[in-house]
């Protein structure tokens, strides 16, 4: 989603900029800009233009002089992809530049206002307004007029802007859409997204919504909407520059793929205890005696953070025994949920900042829940706000399509059902032995990644249809649906994960040559109703593909293709059966040419509704 980057200190601004714009790339957009304050407070330089960051930089000239300046990736909401609608906006004036994340939703009104106060307005965006509203309201102090222009603004923003009368400063604002400052030495920056500026800097300001910040290259100065003065505590972030790089891969999609043996460690890391059998999750800021007061569990999520949540369903039903229910955010949000006593809430978000999950937590809140976070990345708005949580620590997710998240989720649900299931049904011998085979599931992930050949072979072969269906059932059915997205999300072939018990209610009529399915087909308790399934299938002459157990010759005989994997527990399976999903959906994408780790569309933070 629009990415935002500010720079104020002694360097030229424009490279400084445009290398932040690049480093936000992967949060989707569709346009980019930059504007800079020419040095002695010239006429302010912008550059803007509709496509990638590479059709930008030939627009600024190399030797652009300025050290203060602001630039902006859009991904479309008001108006089309041009080169107008692109931020940064100026003010009728061209003295006033604002970038600007989130939807302003009573820009109607305040564009028609302002026009017939005379205000000539150069873009279709519900963004512009904010630049001419600055304009209205500025006499001299820039973050008194920011603060007069974001009273009257409906929705959400993350904003920053610059005057040219303030050739070294920059003034920033938040209401549901993040920012953070990062502190450098005699130089400040200003972001969306701290992977715009770690390179730089790792001394950080995280903004809170009903914030403004003032920035010189030497001081913050922070306050809220009625310009009360306030302390914000400087927090150091722990990502290195390597980790938002490719590291020799081809797609950050790929890294993040052949990195889940890794992550799935980090995740699991210091939160095992083999003496008492169990699992210690410190964040989650629970006794014992709240722990076992819970009665109920609910999940809430978007996309893949849902998927998860869904085998967190599993988990926490069958090993700790409790009732639970998985909901998309952005349908609870808007549906005046029950708040139940002792019901434990989770959210579960890799961004932390996703604005459906972010509201749907709020309402909770709000109705007295205690809603823990299961997130990633550090120092985002949904771990901030929620009442306590766990990091899944899987580095940086840089690609679109989450991957290394969603193993790294489950293996927090993992613990978590081995916490409560001891606390209750589960003897030490079961959680030593359920502790076992979590511990084999890395190197049994390094075996699948050791056999991606052939599932690029098996891409190959099945990339140009145009229709898939993804069967699982159990705690599987949700790994179905999750390699569905991914398939859909990043080759942009047409996919649906059903449980392959439903085929029969419907999903049987797409069955022919035309549509191949991939079974979900572990060793499990399931699996005889699988393999009946799949003979349905080919009876109605269905290509199927099926992820089966290491030396299933069963399976073998009936499916087209097989994609084996190590045998584990059934309860472990979702980790096996994912990734070759992810995998192929990787490797069609790349046979198809898309744009893998930038699929069209799709933004990797959802910060607007
Ligand atoms: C799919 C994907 C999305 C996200 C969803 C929630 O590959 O990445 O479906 O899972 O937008 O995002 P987070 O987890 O950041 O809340």
Aim: charge should be negative; include cysteine.
């Amino acid at each position: 989603m629009c990415g935002i980057i500010g720079y104020c200190g002694p360097k030229p601004a424009a490279g400084l900029l445009l290398e932040g714009l690049k480093r936000l790339e992967y949060r989707g957009y569709d346009s980019a800009g930059i504007c800079v304050q020419a040095e002695g407070g010239g006429p302010l330089s912008l550059y803007k233009r509709k496509g990638k960051i590479r059709e930008l930089i030939p627009l600024v000239p190399e030797e652009l002089a300025g050290s203060c300046g602001i630039g902006h990736t859009r991904w479309a909401t008001h108006g089309e992809v041009t080169d107008q609608n692109a931020h940064p906006h100026l003010d009728c004036s061209g003295r006033i530049a604002v970038a600007h994340n989130g939807i302003i939703e009573n820009y109607l009104s305040l564009r028609e206002k302002l026009a017939s106060e005379g205000h000539r307005f150069a873009s279709e965006t519900d963004s512009e307004v904010i630049a001419h509203l600055i304009e209205k309201y500025y006499s001299g102090d820039l973050m008194e007029a920011v603060r007069r222009a974001l009273a009257l603004l409906k929705g959400t923003y993350g904003i920053v802007c610059l005057h040219r009368d303030h050739p070294d400063r920059l003034v920033g604002a938040r209401q549901g859409s993040p920012l953070v400052v990062g502190i450098g030495h005699g130089e400040s920056f200003l972001a969306s997204d701290v992977t715009a500026i770690i390179g730089h800097t790792k001394q950080v300001v995280y903004l809170e919504d009903g914030e403004l910040v003032c920035l010189t290259p030497e001081e913050l100065r922070t306050t809220d909407l009625k310009d009360q003065e306030i302390q914000k505590k400087v927090e150091p972030v722990s990502w290195e520059l390597e980790q938002i790089e490719k590291g020799g891969f081809a797609h950050f999609m790929e890294k993040e793929i052949f990195e889940q043996p890794e992550s799935i460690k980090r995740a699991m890391g210091g939160r095992i205890d083999l003496e008492q059998a169990t699992a210690h999750l410190g964040g989650l800021n629970m006794s014992n005696r709240d722990l076992l007061n819970v009665e109920r569990v609910r999940i809430v999520a978007a996309g893949t953070s849902w998927h998860a949540g869904l085998v967190g369903m599993y988990l926490l039903e069958s090993i700790a025994r409790i009732p639970c229910t998985v909901e998309i955010a952005s349908e609870l949000r808007y549906r005046n949920p029950v708040v139940e006593r002792n019901t434990l809430h989770f959210v579960v978000s890799q961004s932390g900042e996703t604005i459906d999950s972010l509201y749907a937590m709020r309402e909770l809140q709000r109705k007295g829940a205690t809603v823990l976070g299961i997130c990633n990345v550090v120092g985002s708005t949904i771990p901030r706000e929620s009442n306590g949580g766990v990091y899944i620590h899987s580095g940086p997710e840089i690609a679109v399509a989450s991957t290394k998240a969603f193993t790294s989720q489950i293996t927090v649900f993992y613990l978590f059902s081995l916490l409560l299931g001891r606390m209750r049904d589960l003897s030490a011998d079961a959680g030593s032995a359920f502790i076992r085979d979590l511990a084999s599931i890395p190197a049994k992930v390094e075996a699948i990644l050791a056999g991606s050949r052939g599932i690029r072979e098996l891409a190959r072969r099945y990339c140009h249809y145009q229709h898939f269906l993804f069967l699982g059932r159990g705690i599987n059915y949700p790994v179905a649906m999750e390699g569905a997205l991914k398939l859909k999300e990043i080759s942009y072939i047409h996919a649906e994960g059903y449980s392959a018990s439903e085929l029969k209610h419907g999903p049987i009529a797409l069955i022919g040559e035309e549509t191949p399915c991939l079974f979900l087909v572990p060793d499990d308790g399931l699996r005889d109703k699988l393999l009946s399934n799949i003979k349905e299938v080919k009876a109605r002459r269905g290509r199927v593909i099926a992820v089966c157990a290491q030396g299933d010759n069963e399976v073998r005989g009936i499916a087209d293709d097989v994609i084996e994997v190590p045998r584990v527990h059934e309860t472990f399976n979702p980790f096996l059966m994912v990734v070759p999903l992810q995998l192929l959906a990787y490797y069609a994408a790349l046979e198809l040419g898309r744009d893998v780790d930038q699929p069209r569309n799709l933004a990797k933070s959802v910060t607007v509704e």
